[in-house]
């Protein structure tokens, strides 16, 4: 007995359904790979703001030196004070405001900081942040 051939259309059809399947899968791919690189610089600028939060608590910085950046301020993520902490990226920018939260002598929380940190990088032509707030009780 002879094997039965497959004709020109099943032929097609099983070439356009595995084109589909391979097309889907590649794009899965490229995107996954695209949001992987964007989760990685998510990463690194919590990072650059959880580091800039504690450098900020190691050194008492609210109490002795507070930051108060413009709102519309974009510094280097290494601008003063912490050009000796933390290493020169021209992909992020910070912002920080260090402001007290209650300046009553009788109310428990008038040694309390809040330490507001926002980095900043472009991703596709579009600006990203990160915010993170920490909170500093000054000896």
Known sequence: MRPRAYSLAEVMVAI?????????????????TRMGGRAGRATEALHYANQMVDLSKLYNLPKVAPIQDAAAARRPINAPPFD???????????NIHMTWVNSSASDYRNELYQVDVTIYWFEKNKEESLHVVGLHRCP
């Open 16 to 32: 356009g359904v595995l084109s589909i399947g391979l097309l889907a899968i590649a794009g899965s791919v490229i995107y996954s």
């Open 84 to 94: 000796m902490d933390i290493y020169a990226n021209d992909l992020f920018r910070r």
